[in-house]
């Protein structure tokens, strides 16, 4: 969970997590083409050994390249560095085409420099990564997802496969991941929808792929992915919470004013999307917004502003933020008995 460090009122707020996570997608990629039986080469057993061997290199290789990320019809470019160097992993994200922007993340720290030259500083759990492959479980999906062996396809100037996670519903997306033959690193993946079709493509046209510099960073915390569900307590209630997905997380976000911004975080295993209540209203979200595959939806309920945003489709924030309801402080009294 990522915590903006400096003031941010909800509608500020909105757009830097609109833009991180476009910013931080998950790698994206090309149709695969059927295998050539004919060729003689070894395969992995399948598409869940695949992903768990791809989790596994994204956490602990080093790798820099060039990549393209293809989205809304544009084309950017920009150049990646991950590190591993003493247990400590080092990552920066460089735009080379279009206006000057650069992440770069160290340790438990993310810098953003957005386009206007303006930092922005963020505290993160140690979990998040430019290609964010951590907590995938096969097992987990089969209610919603459908995974399977896609072929094979040439990307980079390397030979991978290809493993789908296909949504069974309109509620979702998945991804189709091209992983390295030889180290399991995704070289390019594509966020679809239902019917596969790709919403976001982010591939590398360049890479060089090495071991870690000494030893390999300590695993901290547990993904959001596989975190067990919990029920909300406080004030707030959700209702017709959309089809696969469980509250997973809530914390409190203080403000340097002395305000709280509640978060709830939920998740299909795969996907997932938070809800922001703040009780300053005044420049809130009313209706929906969206940035590439990011969408949200607001609202303003008994003097909150509710705010529901992730990297799914615009009818599951919707149902999200519809669903929610506060609770009379005699109910919330009795619930606590």
């Not at 090495?210 to 901290?220: I, M, R, S, T």
């Not at 209203?281 to 705010?307: K, P």
Request: hydrophobic residues 40%; contains cysteine; aromatic residues 6%.
């Amino acid at each position: 969970m990522s915590r903006v460090a400096r003031r941010q009122r909800p509608a500020i707020a909105l757009l830097v997590l609109l833009s991180w996570a476009c910013v931080m997608a998950s790698a994206h990629a090309v149709e695969a083409q059927p295998s050539d039986a004919g060729k003689g080469i070894a395969k992995p057993v399948g598409a869940a050994e695949l992903l768990a061997r791809m989790a596994e290199a994204v956490r602990s290789l080093n790798y820099e390249g060039t990549l393209v990320y293809l989205h809304e019809n544009r084309l950017e470019a920009m150049d990646l560095q991950h590190q591993i160097s003493n247990g400590e992993v080092h990552e920066r994200l460089i735009s080379l085409s279009g206006p000057v922007r650069a992440v770069v993340r160290a340790q438990e720290r993310v810098m953003c420099v957005m386009p206007d030259g303006h930092p922005i500083s963020v505290e993160q759990n140690g979990q998040s990564r430019f290609l964010e492959t951590e907590g995938i479980d096969p097992d987990a999906l089969v209610d919603h997802y459908q995974v399977r062996m896609l072929g094979e396809a040439r990307i980079a100037g390397r030979d991978t496969d290809v493993v789908g996670i296909v949504p069974r519903d309109a509620l979702r997306y998945g991804y189709r991941f091209h992983i390295d033959r030889e180290t399991a690193l995704p070289l390019k993946s594509d966020l679809i929808d239902q019917d596969q079709q790709p919403l976001e493509q982010l591939m590398f046209t360049s890479v060089e792929i090495g071991p870690p510099d000494g030893a390999l960073p300590d695993v901290k915390g547990q993904p959001i992915r596989s975190a067990p569900a919990t029920s909300a307590d406080g004030e707030w209630r959700f209702r017709e919470v959309p089809l696969g997905f469980e509250l997973v997380m809530h914390d409190e976000m203080k403000q340097p004013d002395g305000s709280i911004i509640e978060h709830y975080m939920f998740t299909d295993r795969l996907s997932a999307y938070s809800v922001y209540i703040d009780q300053d209203t005044e420049n809130g979200l009313e209706g929906v917004a969206s940035i590439g595959a990011v969408h949200a939806a607001g609202r303003s309920l008994d003097g909150y502003q509710l705010i529901a945003v992730g990297e799914v489709p615009m009818q599951t924030v919707q149902q999200a933020v519809a669903g929610a309801r506060r609770m009379a402080e005699t109910e919330v009294e009795a619930g606590s008995r």
